[in-house]
């Protein structure tokens, strides 16, 4: 019988040992725009109902990442009220705690469709997120005929002054999502995921893997008076995605300038590891299983109350840390 060679056991265990990049991403606009035929697309499945009215959430591995979608309701739902729809909309940041890493805005580009209605889309981003959710965002258009391209697009969002100037504040992030290509051929759906991806991995890194927090939610809720004056107090320091941001504005108010002490920055560090330990547990519950089992184990075989402790402390944080680098 064969053995295996050093190599192979080598590969064979970073298999295994693989951990992959989790994102939240979650999706704005309306199912008639192609919100649905998105989350199929990426999903390779029927993943969502078609009348979405509160935000769903799912997770599934693609392409070396593991993505959670969430789902959020209709803009434009004639049955709802606009106090009844917002905090719903609104609800999808507390349902991927603790933050969205990317938002696609999805809309459909049609003849048809005429310039008031992406207006009341995008005005209504802007309304229940504030500006700083359009660092985080990337534009889906969607579209289900032979006859558009890449430069079709570019003229139709030319002639929209709306479009243009959502795609100035996003960066110029926009993907067509098409079963057809130019010349009227089927094209893979997953080449067109990978690339929206792709663009998903550019707002993590140009955010330097800070979150869309509800800190930045609450700067564009113009009915709150105090947090608008927190935030003309504390403007935003492009860090404003750590979740221990509250901690250190509190600090920096009663210092009187702009320095942190070293504490500070320390309790933003555990609490930020403790908030992606969380966020491990949630998205990668099989292998925390076996983590706790083994912790555990090494636990009872020491039989040395405190040191044991110490050591599955320790050991867990180190399994944490690892992570990113296997």
């Not at 330097?208 to 609450?218: A, E, G, H, Q």
Request: overall charge neutral.
């Amino acid at each position: 019988m064969p053995v295996p060679s050093k190599k192979g056991k080598t590969a064979q265990a970073q298999k295994y040992l693989e951990v992959e990049k989790m994102y939240r991403i979650v999706l704005l606009g309306d199912s008639e725009a192609g919100k649905r035929s998105l989350e199929n697309n990426m999903f390779g499945e029927d993943t969502f109902i078609v009348n979405n009215t509160e935000c769903k959430t799912k997770s599934k591995s693609l392409h070396g990442r593991r993505i959670t979608l969430i789902n959020t309701p209709d803009f434009s739902d004639p049955g709802r009220s606009e106090e009844e729809l917002k905090p719903e909309i609104l609800r999808c940041i507390t349902e991927c705690t603790p933050g969205p890493h990317a938002f696609l805005i999805v809309l459909k580009v049609e003849k048809s469709t005429e310039q008031h209605q992406q207006k009341a889309v995008i005005e209504k981003i802007s309304q229940y997120f504030s500006e700083e959710v359009f660092k985080y965002a990337a534009v889906v258009f969607t579209q289900d005929g032979r006859d558009s391209d890449e430069m079709k697009i570019k003229e139709f969002i030319d002639q929209n002054e709306y479009l243009s100037d959502l795609m100035r504040k996003c960066k110029s992030r926009y993907h067509i999502i098409n079963k057809y290509n130019g010349q009227g051929d089927k094209i893979s759906n997953q080449s067109q995921v990978t690339e929206l991806l792709n663009t998903v991995d550019q707002i993590v890194a140009e955010n330097k893997d800070w979150r869309y927090t509800s800190k930045m939610l609450r700067q564009g809720d113009t009915h709150n008076k105090a947090n608008n004056s927190i935030s003309a107090d504390a403007p935003d320091t492009g860090r404003a995605g750590r979740p221990a941001a509250n901690v250190e504005l509190t600090v920096r108010r009663s210092l009187g300038d702009d320095s942190v002490p070293e504490w500070v920055k320390w309790v933003e560090w555990v609490i930020e590891k403790i908030f992606n330990l969380l966020e491990w547990i949630r998205n990668d519950c099989d292998l925390w299983i076996i983590v706790f089992i083994s912790l555990l184990l090494t636990w009872y075989l020491l039989k040395v109350p405190f040191f044991g402790t110490l050591l599955i402390i320790l050991l867990f944080v180190f399994l944490f840390e690892i992570r990113d680098m296997i």
